[in-house]
């Protein structure tokens, strides 16, 4: 097998068709595929995409298998402006996994999260352990306080995440805060 990464700022049209059936329809890394009703509660909440600043795709041959969005907004924290990155949508085909392909997809997502000069990284992740320690190899560290965010209805939302940082202040602010972390409209 042979795996082409590539970067897209913007999906054309088919990318799109073909990244958003990629995610319908892929599992998640216990296996299962979100019902309607789940898809429907997820949109509400992961509705971040106007903040993707660029698409990591994995082809083999013309076959979709790896996808990753790259994320930039600007939030407040404890009145200072910073820029908050952030990786999501981090999925591979399951006869793909365990080839490296996630791996490779992180490492590319971390060059240009640190290029795009962002104080913090943040994920959230699926809470299995083995999800968990595939992050911390690249860094990022549990929160112990969950952060707040907004779902397209407008209802706030909580979720435990992990952060890598980028810059050490910011990093001591949210991981010894007990103040929330708001990041705004959506997650990711």
């Not at 059936?21 to 296996?31: L, Q, V």
């Amino acid at each position: 097998m042979h795996f082409v990464l590539s970067e897209y700022k913007t999906l054309s049209k088919e990318l799109e068709a073909e990244v958003y059936d990629f995610r319908r329809n892929t599992s998640k890394n216990d296996g299962t595929v979100r019902t309607d009703e789940e898809w429907t509660k997820h949109l509400e909440k992961y509705c971040s995409d106007d903040d993707i600043f660029a698409w990591i795709l994995v082809h083999d041959k013309d076959k979709l298998v790896g996808i990753t969005a790259i994320f930039k907004r600007q939030i407040t924290l404890n009145g200072k402006n910073i820029a908050l990155g952030g990786i999501g949508k981090v999925r591979v085909k399951e006869e793909y996994r365990r080839k490296g392909i996630a791996s490779q997809m992180m490492k590319r997502a971390m060059e240009i999260l640190q290029s795009m000069r962002c104080d913090i990284a943040l994920l959230s992740p699926d809470p299995s352990p083995f999800v968990i320690r595939f992050y911390e190899k690249f860094g990022f560290l549990m929160m112990q306080t969950p952060y707040i965010y907004f779902g397209k209805s407008g209802g706030q939302y909580t979720d435990y995440g992990m952060v890598f940082p980028y810059n050490m202040d910011v990093r001591s602010q949210i991981l010894t805060d007990k103040v929330q972390l708001n990041i705004g409209k959506g997650n990711w």
